[in-house]
């Protein structure tokens, strides 16, 4: 798969996916390209940045992502053990990016569920994508009421 195209994807915020995954696929990726790792660490350098790191767990970050430290920009995981040492990390809410996976708790409905009923509750011709769904969209009872009748 080209690079360019793993880029796309990664920079996608339709991904539903947690970030130690895109991590994994993306080592992955690069360990089945001819030559293996060594042969792919330009293309890597390139898309760790794409990676937001400090959405990992620091356990996670130690067993999964630290091996590969010499594919990751220098200032790129200072940052994200800076993040974990600190007990407090005060960031402007600009300099961080919303979580990819969106969760949704529940066996009935999934993410592009919830996104086709919300456009059905809104009354938009064509559904919301995934990404458009807030955290705070909460179903009330005229909701309920409005899907009834129909």
Not at 44 to 55: G, I, K
Not at 100 to 111: E, N, P, Q
Not at 129 to 134: C, E, G, K, R
Request: proline share 4%; aromatic share 12%.
């Amino acid at each position: 798969m080209d690079v360019k195209i793993i880029e796309s994807v990664i920079k996608s915020n339709e991904l539903a996916i947690d970030e130690l995954s895109v991590w994994k696929y993306l080592i992955k990726w690069a360990e089945n390209q001819p030559g293996g790792l060594d042969c792919a660490k330009q293309a890597l350098e390139s898309l760790t940045p794409l990676v937001r790191f400090v959405s990992i767990s620091a356990d996670s970050f130690y067993e999964k992502v630290k091996p590969y430290k010499r594919f990751i920009p220098e200032c790129l995981y200072e940052e994200a053990i800076w993040a974990y040492v600190q007990l407090t990390v005060k960031r402007s809410k600009k300099d961080l990016k919303d979580p990819r996976a969106k969760i949704i708790d529940s066996r009935y409905i999934t993410l592009h569920h919830a996104a086709l009923l919300s456009g059905w509750v809104d009354r938009k011709p064509t559904a919301y994508s995934t990404s458009q769904i807030t955290d705070s969209r909460v179903f009330t009872m005229q909701d309920y009421e409005v899907f009834a009748l129909q």
